[in-house]
């Protein structure tokens, strides 16, 4: 039992879900049994609805912004003719996701009686490369969970109510939202969300020691840098990880040795030329803040 002044109450998860999803419609990591999914719930007033979907629309844009993501369909899923619930309250709920929509001016379509039986949503779909539609993010409201588990919260005028309940999740699916990712980027990820960010290069033994520095200065840092300490012609480590199509690639001879500079090439091959460490950590750090695709 909560009063009407803790409300809304949020809770969030990562949590596994599994579906018996037919072997015909399985598809790579886009539709799968099990997945993770970023759940979370929120308890609120029905004069809450607008504003809580109206905030959970302005985290969604920003965070598919950040991974590259502005082209989203938006789709309302309305009433379906077996449904619990008064259609007063179900105007109301309509209304609210539809206005909060509207408040972010972005262009939806309605899927009549698509909406579950405790309420209507949103559905927040991406397009991949092929342009195949996934449904990837989407808030529910409900009706019917919140009384089926007993929640209650005292109103102002001191009369017990029961919330509604908002489900929602920003990416769904955690394994469908990377599989949208790699086919966004064809493999070729911002420096912020590759999961090597750069690979350090010896061109003889004499450099593995100061490799293994520039590396651990790296990690030390905070980037996600590995070695290649193989006893390869330089110009076949190179093209290896360009095909790898790694953000950055750092190369040390015997002259940045004895400078203690380091020589880099981005992902399209350019020669950045060489530079103290210090310099290309703080051209790494500006990268990543800016969530840029500069490499």
């Excluded at 109301?92 to 939806?108: N, P, T």
Aim: hydrophobic share 40%; charged share 25%.
């Amino acid at each position: 039992l909560h009063s009407y002044r803790e409300l809304p109450l949020r809770l969030a998860e990562f949590g596994s879900c599994h579906r018996n999803e037919p072997s015909g419609a399985l598809h790579g990591l886009m539709r799968v049994r099990g997945f993770t999914q970023d759940d979370a719930h929120i308890f609120c007033t029905e004069d809450q609805i607008q504003q809580e979907v109206g905030e959970f629309i302005r985290l969604l844009i920003e965070v598919y912004a950040d991974f590259g993501f502005s082209d989203i369909v938006y789709r309302l899923a309305t009433r379906p003719e077996k449904r619990v619930g008064e259609d007063a309250v179900w105007d109301k709920a309509e209304r609210a996701l539809a206005h909060a929509l509207d408040a972010h001016h972005v262009k939806w379509d309605t899927l009549p009686g698509e909406g579950a039986f405790y309420g209507p949503k949103i559905e927040f779909s991406l397009k991949d490369s092929l342009g195949r539609v996934w449904q990837c993010g989407t808030i529910q409201v409900d009706f019917s969970m919140p009384g089926r588990l007993g929640a209650e919260y005292v109103a102002q005028d001191n009369s017990r109510r029961t919330p509604v309940m908002l489900h929602r999740a920003i990416l769904g699916s955690m394994e469908r939202f990377i599989g949208m990712l790699i086919e966004h980027y064809a493999g070729a990820f911002p420096l912020w969300l590759a999961p090597v960010q750069i690979v350090v290069m010896n061109i003889t033994d004499a450099q593995a020691e100061y490799a293994e520095g520039v590396a651990g200065a790296l990690r030390e840092a905070g980037f996600r840098a590995q070695t290649d300490l193989r006893n390869e012609k330089i110009t076949y480590k190179i093209r290896e990880h360009s095909l790898q199509k790694l953000p950055y690639q750092v190369i040390l001879g015997e002259k940045e040795r004895a400078a203690s500079t380091v020589a880099v090439r981005n992902r399209k091959g350019e020669d950045l030329g060489a530079m103290p460490l210090a310099a290309l950590l703080e051209r790494l750090h500006s990268e990543v803040a800016a969530r840029s695709r500069a490499a």
